[in-house]
């Protein structure tokens, strides 16, 4: 009796990378709540929570802290599907087994960065450096999750200008996320309630006003985006939508956590805009860059008519 191999159709294979990409983003809002609830210290050892000990005792901070590590499981698991499932993705295309094996080579690297932040005693410079490498990880994702189904894309890149004012939008974005963590680092949120955590050597109020500037040139980026979208390319007119909304509300809150002394709920709430904030920005350099996706039955349609 002969068995038939196990094969993913592209839109099955976006799926599972839909799964991936929402779990790493996840996995930024749990760690950001680890520092927030003062549970960066909860497990003080690592890979075993203390030193005798695999699980925490009955302990909220350890169990915050734990439980952050678990969802590490689940996001390994999600990777190694998405890897799983590029090999039985028909037709097989290797750019999507590289972007899915950069994922594992990303959550690795997450785990061992996240060790030794723990054993560094939380050094805020590589607290940072964790943050970073997580939204290299979501930007992975998002492209893997963006090419997985373009069985039914029709190459259209964006006009000329539209592509360099999203080249420019990308590295602003990188800008404003790293000048966001600046404010995080040197902020009250040092990730434990119980022993004195090193901050960064810089002044609350000034690392938020260069944050608060870097937004400002942001948002004029992004309305001149989109007024050019909405005069030369209506295609994008959907993703420039999402943009808008996300920008805007990051933005918003970002003032409101900063004028009513950084509660920690509007603060991960920020943090949790922020990975939206970027996931969009992704998002629109690649509908811009080249590959859309379009409707088949209407291009069909269109086709049948001409």
């Not at 592209?10 to 680890?34: E, F, H, N, W």
């Not at 939008?169 to 040092?190: D, E, F, I, N, W």
């Not at 608060?212 to 050019?228: H, R």
Request: aromatic letters at 4%.
């Amino acid at each position: 009796m002969s068995t038939r191999p196990f094969r993913l159709t592209p839109d099955a294979y976006r799926r599972v990378c839909g799964i991936a990409l929402a779990l790493l983003a996840m996995i930024v809002v749990t760690g950001a709540a680890v520092r927030l609830t003062g549970s960066g210290l909860g497990c003080s050892d690592w890979p075993t929570c203390e030193e005798d000990r695999f699980v925490p005792e009955a302990d909220f901070h350890g169990w915050v802290e734990f439980g952050n590590r678990l969802l590490t499981g689940l996001v390994s698991l999600a990777v190694i599907g998405a890897v799983l499932g590029s090999m039985a993705r028909r037709p097989r295309r290797r750019d999507l087994e590289a972007w899915s094996w950069g994922l594992v080579a990303g959550v690795v690297a997450q785990v061992l960065l996240g060790g030794i932040v723990v054993l560094s005693h939380l050094n805020p410079w590589l607290v940072l450096g964790h943050f970073a490498l997580s939204m290299v990880l979501v930007a992975n994702a998002v492209i893997l999750h963006h090419r997985a189904g373009d069985h039914a894309r029709s190459d259209g890149p964006a006009t000329a200008l539209v592509r360099r004012l999203t080249v420019a939008l990308v590295g602003l974005a990188m800008m404003v996320l790293a000048t966001g963590t600046l404010v995080t680092g040197s902020g009250p949120h040092a990730g434990s309630r119980e022993d004195p955590i090193e901050r960064l050597p810089l002044v609350v109020s000034e690392a938020a006003r260069v944050h608060g500037s870097t937004v400002v040139l942001l948002l004029v980026l992004v309305t001149a985006l989109v007024v050019t979208i909405h005069r030369h390319d209506p295609f994008l007119r959907p993703v420039a939508r999402l943009l808008v909304a996300v920008v805007s509300a990051q933005a918003a809150l970002g003032w409101t956590q900063y004028l009513t002394g950084v509660p920690a709920v509007l603060v991960g709430l920020h943090v949790a805009g922020a990975t939206g904030l970027w996931m969009a920005v992704v998002k629109m350099r690649l509908s811009a860059a080249g590959t859309r996706p379009v409707d088949v039955a209407a291009t069909s349609a269109r086709v049948v008519v001409r």
